[in-house]
């Protein structure tokens, strides 16, 4: 009886293997998942300084360009300039601060081979951006896209005009310009 049951275990194994396999082959056979993969994951290649100053009305010389010291799936480029928004106030061991409330426009997560869905808990779906995508809203934070397409998943975080709408429009854009170097 026990090696029945040991037959049975390593046969459910092996099948749940093959499944597994056969899943992220086919998903990673998607052209953009493809494209995105590359050889070198270069945040600042896939959304560029250009293609923040084309969308937005920035004084060139104000923006800063921060770029993870290495290129894998926990790296991220981040433009930054000044907001006309006053200075946001927190608590930090127990004092009361003021730090600048500054526009921010990040990428950063790309990640591959991703089968499990985004725990959506607290996200809204948004239709017609890769083959899914999810975002959520934080008036201090901005909104936080995440998109998947193929076998990759990336996260575009944006907060510039500190209003729910106009920064969704915002990290949309960015998103589509991310899957734009992609498409022939």
Not at 31 to 57: A, K, M
Not at 102 to 121: A, C, G, M, Y
Request: net charge negative; aromatic share 10%.
């Amino acid at each position: 009886m026990k090696t029945l049951a040991y037959i049975l275990m390593a046969a459910g194994l092996s099948w749940t293997g093959t499944v597994k396999e056969d899943i992220t082959v086919e998903a990673d056979k998607h052209p953009v998942s493809v494209c995105l993969r590359g050889d070198d994951i270069r945040y600042h290649d896939l959304l560029t300084r250009d293609d923040l100053l084309r969308y937005l009305p920035i004084d060139s010389s104000s923006l800063t360009v921060k770029i993870a010291p290495f290129y894998s799936e926990h790296g991220w480029v981040c433009y930054e300039w000044k907001s006309n928004r006053p200075d946001r106030e927190m608590e930090l061991w127990g004092e009361r601060i003021r730090i600048p409330d500054i526009n921010r426009v990040t990428l950063k997560f790309l990640q591959f081979d991703v089968l499990e869905k985004v725990d959506s808990i607290g996200y809204r779906q948004f239709e017609n951006l890769g083959d899914r995508s999810y975002w959520r809203w934080d008036r201090s934070q901005g909104i936080e896209l995440i998109v998947e397409v193929g076998a990759a998943r990336f996260t575009i975080e944006t907060n510039v005009d500190a209003a729910q709408d106009s920064d969704l429009e915002k990290a949309v854009y960015f998103a589509r310009q991310v899957l734009a170097k992609c498409i022939p």
